[in-house]
């Protein structure tokens, strides 16, 4: 699976959207982007996944660059609830491959 | 529809005794993974079930550590003798044959004194 390159830690102001970057420069064509969240205690939580279009669910929006090389997942409305560690995760579609965490994100979303 | 439920949520033992983690995945599923996070660390794949096999367990850390999943519904993760750097806490996942999306459940948390 190829490697991601995620920040360390973001903050954003509640209210706000929250813009999660990711690099994924070694990604191959048939690989997808995947991010799940780990709000504290609790067990990791898929968001979202997509290979080459925007994709948009209830819960946060994906945009994957043309050359599929960096995304970004966005949260519209960040509130307090999603003070989590963010993953992406770059891997095939099908199965077989084990979905591998990297180090994520911290958000921490202040009032 | 239930989700992926594991028991104990945690467990506390002395180093040398033995603990038996189990996970309940969603009806139907018949992918089951154990990941364990230990303590300031990343998340770590531990091993993967398709139905009753063992797809892949390339994570296992070592032969202490023994996980079944007899007839392929539940599965459980022996540790045995138990060590003090096994404390952490450890997640089952599941997903259906066409998906691979994972779904977690709370994780059981290991404290080995």
């Known amino acids: 699976d190829a490697k991601t390159t995620q920040p360390t830690s973001m903050d954003c102001a509640e209210g706000r959207a929250a813009n999660l970057p990711c690099n994924h420069s070694?990604?191959?064509?048939?690989?997808?982007v995947y991010w799940y969240r780990q709000i504290h205690s609790q067990g990791p939580q898929y968001i979202i996944h997509?290979?080459?279009n925007n994709e948009t669910n209830e819960m946060a929006s994906l945009i994957i660059t043309e050359d599929r090389k960096s995304s970004t997942l966005i949260l519209p409305h960040a509130t307090l609830r999603d003070t989590a560690v963010y993953y992406c995760?770059?891997?095939?579609?099908?199965?077989?491959?084990?979905?591998?965490f990297g180090a994520g994100t911290r958000l921490f979303v202040k009032a | 529809e239930a989700g992926v439920t594991q028991f104990p949520s945690h467990s506390v033992i002395e180093k040398g005794q033995t603990v038996t983690l189990r996970c309940d995945p969603i009806?139907?599923?018949?992918?089951l993974y154990w990941y364990r996070r230990v303590m300031g660390k990343e998340i770590k794949f531990l091993l993967h079930?398709?139905?009753?096999?063992?797809?892949?367990e390339s994570g296992m850390p070592n032969n202490r550590f023994l996980a079944e999943r007899t007839g392929g519904t539940y599965s459980t993760l022996k540790v045995q003798p138990a060590e003090l750097e096994d404390s952490g806490v450890y997640f089952c996942?599941?997903?259906?044959?066409?998906?691979?999306?994972?779904?977690f459940g709370a994780g059981s948390r290991l404290t080995v004194l």
């Open positions: 079930f398709v139905k009753e096999s063992k797809q892949d």
């Open positions: 070694t990604i191959s064509g048939n690989e997808y």
């Open positions: 009806s139907g599923h018949d992918n």
């Open positions: 996942a599941s997903s259906n044959s066409g998906a691979n999306v994972l779904t």
């Open positions: 995760i770059v891997r095939f579609n099908t199965g077989g491959f084990k979905t591998i």
């Open positions: 997509g290979l080459k």
